[in-house]
Structure formats: C-alpha cells, structure tokens
T-cell receptor, first 115, second 111 residues
Framework: AAGVIQSPRHLIKEKRETATLKCYPI?????VYWYQQGPGQDPQFLIS???????DKGSIPDRFSAQQFSDYHSELNMSSLELGDSALYFC???FGTGGSSSPLHFGNGTRLTVT | QKEVEQNSGPLSVPEGAIASLNCTYS??????FFWYRQYSGKSPELIMS????GDKEDGRFTAQLNKASQYVSLLIRDSQPSDSATYLC???????????FGDGTTLTVKP
C-alpha cells in the first residue's frame, strides 16, 4: 500500500540558509500534518492542512511557512535557519473531517542538520 | 502541566512478561486516543486506537480508556525483544486538526 512520501530524507544546511521539505500524502487522504522531533523528544506539532486550507497551527516559528497544493502534496519552507532547527521533520496524513478521529500515517521523515 | 503525560521511563521487562504503559491527558474534550510505536530514528507507527471507555484488544496489545479519570493505558502481553521501542500516547480533541503527543515511554524487553 502507498505510504506518505517525504523528500529529501536528509538535508544539511548552513545557518541563515533556506530549506524546503516536501510531503506527498497517502492517496485520498485530505489532511496533512507537519511535526518536528528533536533528539529524545516527542513530536511537536507545527501545522496542518485540510483540503488545502490551514486547519490548525502549533509551535511553528514565523520563519517557517507551509502550504498544501491542489494535488494535496505539502511543502514546509524554512528560512533563516538556526542551529536549533536541526531535527527530524515528519509529515503525516489522515482522511476525513480534519482528522479529529483519524490516526496519523507518518512518512519516514526528513532529517535536517543545520551547521 | 503538559496536555498529555506518560509514565516516566525507561521501562524494562523480561521477555514474556506484561508491559504496562500509562498516559493521562488534561483536556476533558478529548475524543480520540492513539498509541504509536517508534523505533529509534524511525517514524511513529500506529499500534492501537481507542475512542470509547473500556478495553480494546488486538493480538498481544490491549488499550484501556477511562474518560472519567482521563486515563489511557496500553498493555503488551508476552513481551518480545522486538517490542523494545518508544511508545507514544497521542490524543485528539474534538474537531481539532492535530494530535498532541506525550513525551513517550521507552520500553526495553530483555531476552
């Protein structure tokens, strides 16, 4: 079965650079979520989109922005990168009504390292 | 106080024993509850979902939910070394577009 696809798997950037992470949800899933997970920490919710509209917003820095496109894929854009942005970034998708009762299906994540 | 709290780990059990993982949540409006398993460096994967009070069994896993006590647990019977992982409790509020995760409990099953 198709899963959530994230790219790239690994990304190394320098401070103050810009990064773009991509996520392709499971076909027919209408909700996409972005989570950030630091070493030894639980996933922290950044932002979600339902039917291409932002549905919820968490602890996403102003330096970050995201959107969901007409084909339901999503991109997380990160600017003015800081060392503290180094983390695993997971995208997840779910189906139905903004996902209030649906479990999340996670991609394999993008490991971002800022040097 | 965190919205979702899990019993502090790490938790170590011998192979074949029962592992008990606990989770409490603060928002009484929470509607959906999930347990995810995450191996080091990998993405979380869904183990169990539970939506109503009581027990839900799936193979060696049993989830228990008590909304009055705002408590959800996961029991793993006949624990295997392959069950060694971090277990994340996640809670969804009604009409919320996200899951809130606990800090996770790291389980080690010793052969």
């Amino acid at each position: 079965a198709a899963g959530v696809i994230q790219s790239p798997r690994h990304l190394i950037k320098e401070k103050r650079e810009t990064a773009t992470l991509k996520c392709y949800p499971i076909p027919r899933h209408d909700t996409v979520y972005w989570y950030q997970q630091g070493p030894g920490q639980d996933p922290q919710f950044l932002i979600s989109f339902y039917e291409k509209m932002q549905s919820d917003k968490g602890s996403i820095p102003d330096r970050f922005s995201a959107q969901q496109f007409s084909d339901y894929h999503s991109e997380l854009n990160m600017s003015s990168l800081e060392l503290g942005d180094s983390a695993l970034y997971f995208c997840a998708s779910s189906f139905g009504t903004g996902g209030s009762s649906s479990p999340l299906h996670f991609g394999n994540g993008t490991r971002l390292t800022v040097t | 106080q965190k919205e979702v709290e899990q019993n502090s780990g790490p938790l170590s059990v011998p192979e074949g024993a029962i592992a008990s993982l606990n989770c409490t949540y603060s928002d009484r409006g929470s509607q959906s509850f999930f347990w995810y398993r995450q191996y080091s460096g990998k993405s979380p994967e869904l183990i169990m979902s539970i939506y109503s009070n009581g027990d839900k069994e799936d193979g060696r896993f049993t989830a228990q939910l008590n909304k009055a006590s705002q408590y959800v647990s996961l029991l793993i019977r006949d624990s295997q070394p392959s069950d060694s992982a971090t277990y994340l409790c996640a809670v969804n509020r009604a009409n919320a577009g996200k899951s809130t995760f606990g800090d996770g409990t790291t389980l080690t099953v010793k052969p």
